[in-house]
């Protein structure tokens, strides 16, 4: 019976390559809030001025578009040097000022923003922890509702990299191949939902491209920039024939409630 029930849980582990989750969002809430914290007190805020503007518009339509209901957040913070940008489960977003002169304009941070936000609504966290073989003793602290407080801190610098934190909390951890895709197209989906321009996605790819190796941060964890804007060009007017006439969620139910009437 022992033997059986090792196996059927290797069994799991194989799978969870497709993308198992044994998380929910609210188990990973009290780790995204905690991750949070702690990886945007590494740069001082922008509160106010004119890019502050354009990052919490971006969040609030790539929000509305990505129709979760998450307790969104969006931050931008002071760090010319740091060309990067994330997103953690349940919609924190963080975007750090060195990435603007490569999306250079709004349609090009909704492109970035859109890429991020995808990795959270993909639960691409979720899934990473649960491929990742996190040892018993952060599972059962997970399972617990504890916070990563309670880990040593190379388990939790794992745990915050495998929930998409970047910086010198976490180890830094590619999303894999799939995952990658994934974002890109959803990222796409969700910047012509909210109404920017979709072409301008590929652009900033090819921009980062054009630094070469010395080029951002965002690179070593991301596949070849030139390929995904290939991919990208191609499948951008297909993407944007099925999101014509998208709706969200909640307009529906209201639309439906009020046909019931
Ligand atoms: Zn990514």
Same mark, same amino acid.
């Given at each position: 019976m022992r033997k059986f029930v090792r196996l059927s849980v290797l069994s799991l582990l194989l799978l +969870?390559?497709? @993308?198992?989750?044994?998380?929910?969002d609210e188990q990973l809430e009290p780790l995204s809030v905690q991750a949070y914290q702690q990886a945007t007190a590494e740069y001082p805020e922008v509160t106010s001025g004119a890019e502050y503007e354009m990052v919490q518009e971006v969040a609030r339509r790539i929000a509305a578009a990505a129709d979760e209901n998450f307790p969104w957040q969006a931050k931008l913070l002071k760090a010319d040097n740091v060309p990067n940008a994330f997103c953690l489960p349940n919609g924190r977003i963080a975007i750090y000022t060195g990435i603007l002169p490569l999306t250079k304009n709004i349609d090009g941070l909704a492109a970035v923003m859109g890429h991020e936000v995808a990795h959270a609504t993909q639960r691409h966290g979720g899934k990473r922890m649960t491929s990742n073989q996190l040892n018993g003793v952060t599972m059962a602290v997970i399972d617990a509702g504890l @916070? +990563?407080?309670?880990? !040593?801190s190379e388990t939790r610098a794992q745990l915050m990299g495998a929930i998409g934190v970047i910086g010198q909390y976490a180890v830094t951890l590619p999303y894999s191949r799939g995952h990658e895709t994934e974002a890109d197209i959803w990222g796409i989906r969700y910047a012509i939902r909210a109404g920017?321009? /979709?072409? !301008?996605a590929p652009k900033v790819w090819e921009r980062m491209a054009e630094l070469?190796? +010395? @080029? /951002?941060?965002?690179m070593s964890t991301h596949p070849d920039p030139l390929e995904r804007a290939k991919m990208l060009r191609k499948m951008i007017p297909r993407i944007v024939q099925e999101e014509k006439g998208w709706s969200p969620k909640s307009s529906k139910q209201t639309k439906s409630s009020q046909a019931g009437r």
């Open positions: +969870s390559g497709c @993308g198992l989750n044994f998380y929910t @916070g +990563s407080a309670e880990m !040593e920017f321009n /979709p072409n !301008e070469g190796s +010395s @080029g /951002p941060e965002w």
